[in-house]
């Protein structure tokens, strides 16, 4: 199984990137995509997940609260592409920004879907800068 995130780059405050997962060895729809980012020096933070099978219809997306209305992930039809876009982006949301994905379907119960304990594979990372 490999994650391999693209999409990075610089962009001015207020605007618009759209950070892509592709996956070798699973689909997102039996193995839901998560998407986390990490600022040097500090602890990963999650930043978006899916509960149930990413394009199911038990699927429920979660955000932080500090992307919740600018953040919204997708997917393509085959179910190996994801896709994170990120409107409106602050420099505080510079960052390394990391996709993974579980190793299981639905997730359902627990206080934090988005919690890393849950996922199993994880991409190597892409680079969001956001200058003011």
């Known amino acids: 199984v490999q994650l391999q995130a693209s999409g990075g780059g610089l962009?001015?405050?207020g605007g618009s990137l759209?950070?892509?997962?592709?996956?070798?060895?699973?689909?997102?729809?039996?193995n839901p995509v998560a998407w986390f980012r990490r600022v040097p020096g500090k602890e990963r933070e999650e930043v978006s997940c899916f509960s149930g099978r990413?394009?199911?219809?038990?699927?429920?997306?979660?955000?932080s609260n500090s992307v919740k209305g600018r953040f919204a992930m997708s997917?393509?039809?085959?179910?190996?592409?994801a896709y994170l876009e990120m409107k409106n982006l602050q420099?505080?949301?510079?960052?390394?920004y990391y996709?993974?994905?579980?190793?299981?379907?639905?997730l359902e119960g627990v206080n934090n879907p988005?919690?890393?304990f849950f996922y199993t594979y994880w991409g190597q990372g892409t680079q969001v800068t956001v200058s003011s």
């Open 99 to 106: 996709c993974a994905a579980r190793s299981f379907p639905q």
């Open 75 to 81: 997917s393509d039809s085959t179910m190996k592409i």
């Open 18 to 30: 759209t950070l892509s997962c592709t996956a070798s060895g699973i689909t997102f729809d039996e």
């Open 54 to 63: 990413d394009g199911g219809t038990g699927a429920r997306a979660h955000y």
């Open 114 to 116: 988005c919690s890393d």
């Open 91 to 96: 420099p505080s949301d510079t960052a390394v």
């Open 11 to 13: 962009v001015q405050a």
